[in-house]
């Protein structure tokens, strides 16, 4: 049983008890409604206390249930509400910590409602794609008033207790406890001072009115539409607190268990709720059990202070930890440090930093051109030039200089990282630490794991990345690791489209148009297009048989690398980032077509999104079966947090299972057939074959 009775003289005390949240799984509500019964048939017993044990009170559903039948099993939290309710004994809970989702919703069906201060209050089910389905849509604003309760449901952000005490005629919590540390004694003292109380107040029972009515509902539902876009969840948030206005209170609650059943099925919010486990997955590695011993990480070093160095070294400064840049000259060293200077000056600007912490942090920071001064440093990371030469120079010094039990690792995007930790003595101690630009804004964090990298070593960098607020997810050794090895293939598909016909601004728009941030020749633009064509002329012999678009190479050969040289897939205004399309590039594409003794077509929104984004699921249906990423959600997160594609979606790899396996392997043989696309290209990888066949999925 996940709670804990306890009866201290008349008062019963049920205690939840599932660390780490005391989530409402089904032991838990089991262990709720025994304690009610016995504190019910106990005569003794004169009043009854819900509390949590441990860091919360409740923080809602057990994500062990998440989508399982276990979740509406009886009894589900309705009836454990309800029981609650009809409780001939006053029910008072007792807040601390954390009071969140189903824990809140609980709260609200007890009679009275005593909070510590500090208490995180929130009802986040929009950030599922849902709304609270155990009443919270038709109690909270009974007891905070429709707009309070509203923004909280729609925002799904969390307001401190003691915030929400200080609202004028809120009825959510009876008492505040003077701290969190009295809050059990205050609980009993009030419970008895409620015990003879009848008849028992229920927050079922309160009114409930918006003094604008329609108009307020109509006002709302214009600003969120416009910001929700292509999330339902947050318009029928509303629709469910309006119910609350205008219906009797069982009626509303049909109301909202009917939008809430509705929410559950829409692809948005299956999308989120996989990245919900997704994102706690990332860090679940198959041979490396949680409990592996890290080492610690106190002070780091960081090699070359140019553009990810230094967004490497703020994220550090950020969380605490003190940096030491290296580089080869004073000037380089003092540039580096006026960029960092400057993004905090920005940041402090835009009031999204104090001042003191700004000082805080770069008094973290500190530099050096000798080697021998990173030898206390707990890490280092490599980013500098991107040539094995390089690398090989720099991670022979640090070989020499750094404490036995460093971590030593590379930023490096393209390299082989075998053979960076084979420069040195130690392998064990080498891993991969791909940051994306600009590192300090950018939520991935790839992090290679080249053979000979030590369990030891793997465990402490995840661990440093979730440390550092980064969504960490492991690669092997490949070229491109898991995002670039798969972008290089939705790059050439792209290609392939303006060879048939497509202009780059249809191809962008249809794939904005399917949710992406950006598309393809933007995000070239942006990103820099000779980046892509120096590789491809390093790797001109590897890639002799590989079919691909020359439009690419012309429009560097123009000298158009994207908005630093105001001229690339699109003209550009220097100074600003709009993307105009350009007549010279048309020209250029369609001489090109010629060429080829291509006649263009007129390519389907439909057909530009397919290709790209199931070019993308090939490549990772490859980098699973190649073990290069251990699983599917792995591959989404990646792209989520470090490629722009729509969270709405939930991922390449959960788009193609919900579009289903054998839907993606018709659409890609169809592309085969086409004499202007590449057959081999469309090859489907053998697990899509093999999941297809058998009618499963990725996940
Ligand atoms: P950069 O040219 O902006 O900076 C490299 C810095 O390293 C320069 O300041 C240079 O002076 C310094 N340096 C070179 N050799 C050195 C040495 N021997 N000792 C000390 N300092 C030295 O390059 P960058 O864009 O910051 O890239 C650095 C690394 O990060 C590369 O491996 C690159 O592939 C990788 N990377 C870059 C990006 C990106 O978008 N720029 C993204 C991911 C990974």
Known sequence: MSADYQVHGDVAVISLNNPPVNGLGL??????????????ADAAVKAIIITGTGKAFSGGA???????????????????????????????????????????????????RIAAPGCSVALPEVKLGLLPGAGGTQRLPRVLGVEVALNMIVSGEPIKSEMLAMLPGQKLFDRMAASAESLAGEALAYARSVAAARPLPLVRNLPCKHPLGDAYFQFTRNMVGAMAKNFPAPLKCIAAVEAATRMKFDEGML????????????????????????????????????????????????????????????????????????EMKQEALDRGIATIRKN???????????????????????????????????MVIEAVFEEMGVKETVFKKLDAVMKPGAILASNTSTLDMNRIASFTARPQDVIGTHFFSPANVMRLLEVVRAEKTGKDVLATVMALGKKIKKTTVVSGVCDGF??????????????????EGCTPAQVDKA????????????????????????????????????????????????????????????????GKRDAIPSELVLKMIAAHRESLGITPRKVPDDEIVQRLVFALVNEGAHILEDGIAAKASDID???????????????????????????????????????????????????????????????
């Open 62 to 112: 057990d994500i062990k249930e998440f989508g399982s039948p276990k979740a509406m099993q009886e009894p589900n939290l309705l009836s454990v509400i309800l029981a609650i309710e009809n409780s001939s004994k006053p029910v008072v809970a007792a807040m601390h910590s954390v009071v969140m989702g189903g824990g809140l919703e609980l709260a609200l069906g007890c009679h009275y």
């Open 27 to 40: 032991t838990t509500r089991v262990g709720i409604t025994d304690g009610l019964a016995k504190a019910n």
């Open 255 to 326: 109301a909202e268990r009917d939008l809430f059943i509705n929410l559950m099925w829409t692809p948005e919010s299956r999308a989120l709720r996989h990245l919900f486990m997704a994102e706690r997955a990332t860090s679940k590695i198959a041979d490396v059990p949680a409990d592996t011993a890290q080492r610690s990480i106190g002070s780091l070093a960081v090699i070359g202070a140019g553009t990810m160095g230094g967004g490497i070294a703020m994220n550090f400064l950020n969380a605490g930890i003190p940096v030491k840049m290296l």
């Open 637 to 699: 997160m990646v792209y989520i947090t470090g490629y722009g594609f729509p969270v709405f979606r939930g991922g390449p790899m959960h788009y193609a299972d919900q579009f289903g396996l054998f839907n993606v392997l018709q659409a890609m043989n169809r592309f085969a057939a086409n004499p202007l696309d590449d057959a081999e290209f469309w090859k489907p990888a053998p697990l899509i074959t093999r999941l297809a066949a058998e009618g499963k999925s990725f996940s």
């Open 344 to 378: 905090y000056e920005s940041q402090v600007n835009r009031g999204k930093l104090k001042q003191d912490k700004y000082e805080q942090r770069m008094a973290l920071l500190s530099t050096t051109l000798d080697y021998a001064d990173l030898k206390d440093a707990d």
């Open 482 to 499: 898991i995002g670039n090895r798969m972008i290089e293939q939705y790059s050439r598909q792209a290609g392939f489209l303006l060879n």
């Open 511 to 574: 794939v904005e148009k399917f949710g992406f941030a950006m598309g393809p020749f933007r995000m070239g633009d942006l990103a820099g297009n000779d980046i892509g064509w120096a590789i491809r002329k390093r790797r001109a012999v590897e890639r002799a048989n590989l079919k691909y678009s020359k439009t690419a190479d012309l429009l560097c050969e123009l000298g158009r690398f994207g908005q630093k040289t105001n001229a690339g897939w699109y003209d550009y205004v220097p």
